[in-house]
T-cell receptor
């Protein structure tokens, strides 16, 4: 397996623009997580899905952020409109989704810079 | 609410020094515990995990961690660090059955050669 695949690896955009980050989890993994990493706040859980259903989105900062998982092999995290304070590395991770076996496998991350 | 606290944000050690990174969590139920590591330019990856059984768990590269339930702690240790251990270390907690994993703020370790 190629692991968790994220795209783009780097994104530089201007304030106000829409940003879409993409993630392909490991085949057969039932849970998918979006995390954001910043110097100030560390690694924050934004949202996670189990069997394509959003389970907990309490970490999503505000309405400008939205996430979808239309099928078991694809998820998106969208920011509209983007702001400079959204600059961070966004990680996607997946797990088998079974109790007691949930080691996270992370993607390489998408580094977002909003000017 | 579930939370994870890591005691040190930055640690600088010389090679061969001993390492202990503190981690405490706040959650009333049963948990699974993890340490993840992020080497420069690489993915976050699992260092070691505790699900049940022996509270002293061993991971890769000579790392170990001890779960002390009464203290809600899961400290990471290594007797003798190497330059290649320079990385950021994250403690994480998963509430069993809930699949939600929360991370601490991370500790940046720099090992001087």
């Amino acid at each position: 397996d190629a692991g968790v695949i994220q795209s783009p690896r780097h994104e530089v955009t201007e304030m106000g623009q829409e940003v879409t980050l993409r993630c392909k989890p490991i085949s057969g993994h039932n849970s998918l997580f979006w995390y954001r990493q910043t110097m100030m706040r560390g690694l924050e859980l934004l949202i996670y899905f189990n069997n394509n259903v959003p389970i907990d989105d309490s970490g999503m900062p505000e309405d400008r952020f939205s996430a979808k998982m239309p099928n078991a092999s694809f998820s998106t995290l969208k920011i509209q409109p983007s702001e400079p304070r959204d600059s961070a590395v966004y990680f996607c991770a997946s797990t088998p989704g079974r109790s007691g076996a949930n080691v996270l496998t992370f993607g390489a991350g998408s580094r977002l810079t909003v000017l | 609410a579930q939370s994870v606290s890591q005691h040190n944000h930055h640690v600088i050690l010389s090679e061969a020094a001993s390492l202990e990174l503190g981690c405490n969590y706040s959650y009333g139920g049963t948990v699974n515990l993890f340490w993840y590591v992020q080497y420069p330019g690489q993915h976050l990856q699992l260092l070691l995990k505790y699900f049940s059984g022996d509270p002293l768990v061993k991971g890769i590269k000579g790392f170990e961690a001890e779960f002390i339930k009464s203290k809600f702690s899961f400290n990471l240790r290594k007797p003798s660090v190497q330059w290649s251990d320079t990385a950021e270390y994250f403690c994480a907690v998963e509430n069993t059955g809930g699949f939600k994993t929360i991370f601490g703020a991370g500790t940046r370790l720099f090992v001087k050669a």
